[in-house]
């Protein structure tokens, strides 16, 4: 496993860059639409020091910022300085291969508690979060972008805190969750909110069927859906030398659906035919049913079996598909179809839909040739029924981040915007910004922003307007 993922790295944009830099005056082709003045967050593993036996998954955390102002454009990009990446960058040498794990000779009085801070990054009540979902947030000047410290809402919450809150975009509500809420491994689940201000007004936990790796969850106007879906973990593996986290699908894919202001003693368990899903693009209620558009995978992607073997290659490969829930209590199933063959990731909408119906989505979609993760190679466009509206695909070898919209102006209809994604030049080895019409991704790139580096494969981002 480990040894395709190095291979991989080799030959795609998966390695890290070994340094930090300021590029206040960026060329730009093309012309940046005026209206675009804000900063582009993008968070991703990049590892200070190669660390045997770890996973891309658990490399440090890098904030690279793309700001653009009245058609100009300036880039930095920071390690996130978790006492982890301080500890490592002091000893000159990595300390920890993932999970938690100490490698020899690491001093006995430091852990990686703290967590890498290196999947997702996001700006709510004023604060700017760089997230992983193994720990709790950590605070970014948005400036500078140095560490400011944990954020635990002066105490109100505890434990792990997902890398993909939801926003909701009438009450300006976050609301989130956290697995292995009692400890590494454990079954337990916590979710919660934080209001327009800062302040949380809610905190709970519940225990789920098994120990899963739930990466993001499902939020609509009236409820909250918790995929337990069976990449699990197993603290008695692990300490057998096995793998933390494998594909074990005789467990059986469940997902818990309550009402935002319900409880947890309420959560009603749903069943479906074995998947796996990382990313959610949107959910709504309609008619008595929840409808969530999801890209899910057959089998599981970058995790193995208990036993150590890959799963299928061929299924392990996402889709956009959707799930349907019906309320009226008649089934414990839920439908799963999928809306289109094309392998993609990384689904994004029109934020100020979220948890309500959307017109328009999009994301990265992958070339079929090459390994699901590092191969993601264009765009796609779809409306709310799953149709897909424009489609544009990169020179061969070239690879793109999450695209994230950005709407032209708050007054803007749904989808009147830009979408904004980093996309590397696999010729030359080095990076671009590439703004696009969202209405009109086929068309391609209305700017680009050329960086002399490369931006790694990462995860996710947002846009922060200046205002």
Known sequence: MLDQVKTDMARTNLAPIPMECDAPHLKVSGELPRELNGTLYRNGPNPQFDAPGAHWFVGDGMLHA????????????????????????????????????????????????????????????????ALEEGHLPTEIEPGTLSRLGYCDYKGAIKGPFTAHPKIDPVTGEMVFFGYNAMGPLTPALSFGSVNATGVVTRFDR????????????????????????PITGSMERAMRGGPPYAWEPEKGAY???????????????FRAENCYVFHVMNAWEEAGRIIADVMQFEEAPLFPHPDGSKTDPQKSRARYCRWTFDLSGNTDRFTQTYLDDLTGEFPRIDDRRAGLSNSHGWYACANPDLPMFGALSGLVHVDGKGKRLGHYLLPAGDTISEP????????????????????????????????????????????????????????????????
Request: glycine share 12%; net charge negative.
């Open 206 to 229: 519940f225990e789920a069927p098994y120990a899963s790796m739930v990466h993001d969850f499902i939020v609509t106007e009236n409820h909250l859906l918790f995929p337990i879906l």
């Open 404 to 467: 994230v919209f950005v709407e032209r102006g708050p007054d803007a209809v749904e989808g009147d915007g830009w979408l904004l994604a980093v996309v590397w030049r696999a010729r030359e080895n080095r990076s671009d910004l590439v703004v696009f019409n969202a209405q009109d991704v086929e068309a391609g790139p209305l700017a680009l922003v050329h960086l002399g580096h490369r931006v790694p494969d990462g995860f996710h981002g947002n846009w922060v307007s200046a205002e």
């Open 66 to 129: 793309f700001h653009l102002e009245n058609g100009r454009a300036s880039y930095r990009n920071r390690w996130v300085r978790t006492p982890k990446w301080l500890a490592e960058h002091d000893a000159g040498r990595a300390l920890f291969g993932g999970f938690g794990r100490k490698l020899p000779g690491a001093p006995a009085g430091i852990t990686d508690d703290g967590g890498v801070a290196n999947t997702n990054i996001i700006f709510h009540a004023g604060k700017l979060l």
């Open 255 to 269: 997902v818990g659906v309550m009402k935002r202001n319900g409880s947890a003693k309420d959560l009603v368990w």
